[in-house]
């Protein structure tokens, strides 16, 4: 749309806890060319002079969550303010502590993915312990269910980030008292 409207630029999205590779680009204006460096790697300019030196990550792509859309530096208005996206990242920086390392507001979100792609794993060994009658391996299994969902658990709270118990959805589990 932004092509047949004749917009020259590209206005990145931008939101809270963003990785730090993109952080510095996120809610800026490029002009198209410029954006076309940064998604090939190569150092950019924004459209008030600010220089962003190569990454590897492109935009919109391995689990980005920036889009780019069109922008007119004729009749368009940014979505942020320096002040919010500044804001955002000071928040990110801030933080919490997690087992006694200081992680940023995305990196404690990045482990929080990891705890519960670890927790599905193990209900799928709970579900195979239930359907070949193996009480061993159930409990075994609820065990590290258990010790990963306190460690959820303290991520939220030290984070102050949102669980989502729906991410350790198994179809099947069911869990057993220990």
Not at 11 to 22: G, K, Y
Not at 61 to 84: D, I, M
Not at 108 to 127: C, F, H, N, P, Y
Request: hydrophobic fraction near 35%.
């Amino acid at each position: 749309m932004g092509e047949a409207l004749g917009y020259d630029a590209i206005e990145l999205t931008a939101h809270m806890r963003s990785a730090f590779d993109h952080e510095p680009v996120q809610g800026r204006i490029f002009l198209k060319s410029e954006f076309e460096k940064m998604q090939a790697g190569l150092s950019c300019v924004d459209i008030h002079g600010a220089a962003y030196a190569g990454f590897k990550r492109p935009i919109a792509e391995w689990n980005c969550k920036h889009f780019a859309l069109p922008y007119s530096t004729k009749h368009s208005q940014p979505r942020y303010s320096p002040e919010q996206l500044s804001e955002w990242a000071a928040k990110n920086r801030d933080g919490c502590e997690i087992d006694g390392k200081h992680r940023s507001l995305y990196q404690a979100s990045q482990v929080m993915r990891r705890l519960e792609t670890e927790i599905r794993r193990w209900k799928d060994v709970g579900v195979a312990g239930r359907e070949t009658n193996d009480p061993t391996l159930r409990r075994k299994a609820q065990l590290h269910i258990n010790a990963l969902g306190a460690k959820y658990d303290q991520i939220v709270k030290a984070s102050g980030l949102p669980a989502n118990r729906q991410r350790t959805a198994v179809e099947g589990f069911r869990s057993i008292k220990i």
